[in-house]
């Protein structure tokens, strides 16, 4: 991690004001996934065409979410099914800037990810006040319905196009919490390229000279995969497989 810190402190800064005009809250999502022991050659191949996100002195950002679902895993199912118009919902906690919001994020049937958010003093274990209010708004869903399923945590490097409006969040240190049990993938990249609408990306272009293929489980999918055994899987078998040839070397099921 030192090494990635060193090549992360060498690219040019933004900070969270700078960003705010690209913050993609309506947007089109491409997933990859690779081993963290690429990642140093691969910052080094993206310093010309990126900026880096630079929060009070610190290039790498701890998240921390907790998820909500209902008792059925409802959420899980219909993204499981390919179902557009589909929501996840959470609270996160941004560790460095110390902020915490309650985050809904929307499918759209057009491939687009539309996510809104309201501020909130603490990370809570139900929905109410503001963040029901805000789930009322913008999702069928009631808040009593839906109850805390796991935490996820994971650090994060931001970058920024230097050209277009773009952002790239590249995810490392990856681990699961549910009832005092933990999953940890810290071998495991989750990069995620982040655009107003597809185009030309220099990340992309990069991922196909590496011959890394789009696609991916969510964070919050591959979550319930860990810790509910039983739970249908087969549609997510291509992207799982991907995942489980870099953690482990083999195709096994998750």
């Not at 029901?132 to 796991?150: A, I, R």
């Not at 489980?244 to 096994?252: F, H, Q, W």
């Amino acid at each position: 991690m030192e090494n990635i810190r060193s090549i992360l402190n060498s690219f040019s800064p933004i900070t969270l004001d700078e960003m705010d005009g690209i913050k993609l809250m309506n947007r089109t999502d491409t997933k990859y996934v690779f081993p963290q022991q690429q990642l140093p050659q691969l910052l080094e191949e993206l310093r010309d065409d990126y900026k880096i996100l630079d929060v009070n002195g610190q290039r790498i950002s701890r998240y921390e979410s907790l998820y909500f679902d209902t008792e059925n895993l409802d959420l899980y199912h219909r993204h499981h099914r390919g179902k557009t118009n589909r929501h996840k919902v959470r609270y996160r906690k941004y560790v460095e800037s110390d902020l915490n919001f309650f985050e809904i994020k929307f499918k759209s049937n057009k491939g687009r990810t539309i996510k809104s958010r309201v501020k909130q003093e603490e990370i809570l274990h139900d929905i109410r006040d503001k963040a029901e209010q805000l789930l009322h708004k913008k999702t069928p869903l009631q808040s009593s319905d839906l109850k805390p399923m796991f935490w996820v945590h994971y650090s994060r490097i931001t970058l920024v196009n230097k050209h277009a409006p773009e952002r790239v969040t590249v995810d490392t240190d990856l681990y699961y919490e549910k009832d005092g049990a933990t999953r940890h993938m810290n071998d495991l990249v989750i990069a995620e390229v982040k655009q107003d609408r597809a185009g030309r990306s220099p990340f992309a272009k990069l991922m196909k000279k590496e011959h890394i293929r789009s696609g991916s489980v969510s964070k919050y999918c591959f979550g319930v995969l860990s810790f509910f055994k039983d739970i249908k899987q087969n549609n997510f078998k291509y992207n799982l497989r991907n995942i489980n040839k870099v953690l482990y070397g083999t195709s096994a099921s998750a």
